[in-house]
């Protein structure tokens, strides 16, 4: 098994662009997370789907922040615009829930390192 | 303050030496916990997981659970410069479908 794919692994962008981060989760999980990793906040939960729906978006800092799964095998975590305090490690999971809502391990990906400049 | 503590280091040990790592946390429903290895530029992987309060035992790891205390433990014996990385709890209640809530992460440096 590939594990978690994301891609890219790094992206240094300017202050107002665009960013797209990518997630293929593990073939036959149900449940995908979106998670940001910085030195002063640690690792933070942004958004996370079942079985390709959004089950809590709490997590997002603000509307610059959107999220989408438009199939088991594919997400993305968009940032528009872009701004400094953006940037962090960025890690898709994946997981397997079952019926009673708690999921099993969560298998993290290699992460995107994201720098705004 | 936050629902997880975790002291960040980082914590130095000898080779072979004990490692000893702690977390509190505030939210009673608490119910599932975790311990994540982190090594440097990779991502989490699940070391150990415990449901409720107890011990739980898996080769040189150990977890231990005190909810009276609100109180997870992770012990490292003969600790291995591989064994060198930082340590994340995590932790979530029954119905939260799998919204985990991570501690700080403590680095650990285990020197030959």
């Known amino acids: 098994d590939a594990g978690v794919i994301q891609s890219p692994r790094h992206e240094v962008t300017e202050m107002g662009q665009e960013v797209t981060l990518r997630c293929k989760p593990i073939?036959?999980?149900?449940?995908l997370f979106w998670y940001r990793q910085t030195m002063m906040r640690g690792l933070e939960l942004l958004i996370y789907?079942?079985?390709?729906?959004?089950?809590?978006d709490s997590g997002m800092p603000e509307d610059r922040f959107s999220a989408k799964m438009p199939n088991a095998s594919f997400s993305t975590l968009k940032i528009q615009p872009s701004e400094p305090r953006d940037s962090a490690v960025y890690f898709c999971a994946s997981s397997l829930a079952g019926e009673g809502g708690f999921t099993d391990t969560q298998y993290f990906g290699p992460g995107t390192r994201l720098t705004v400049l | 303050q936050k629902e997880v503590e975790q002291d960040p280091g980082p914590l130095s040990v000898p080779e072979g030496a004990i490692v000893s790592l702690n977390c509190t946390y505030s939210?009673?429903?608490?119910?599932?916990f975790m311990w994540y290895r982190q090594y440097s530029r990779k991502g989490p992987e699940l070391l150990m997981y415990t449901y409720s309060s107890g011990n739980k035992e898996d080769g040189r790891f150990t977890a231990q659970v005190d909810k009276s205390s609100k109180y997870i433990s992770l012990f490292i014996r003969d600790s291995q410069p591989s064994d060198s990385a930082t340590y994340l709890c995590a932790m979530s209640t029954t119905d939260s479908w799998g919204k985990l809530q991570f501690g700080a992460g403590t680095q650990v440096v285990v020197t030959p």
């Open positions: 073939s036959g999980h149900n449940s």
């Open positions: 789907f079942n079985n390709n729906v959004p089950i809590d």
């Open positions: 939210n009673s429903a608490f119910q599932y």
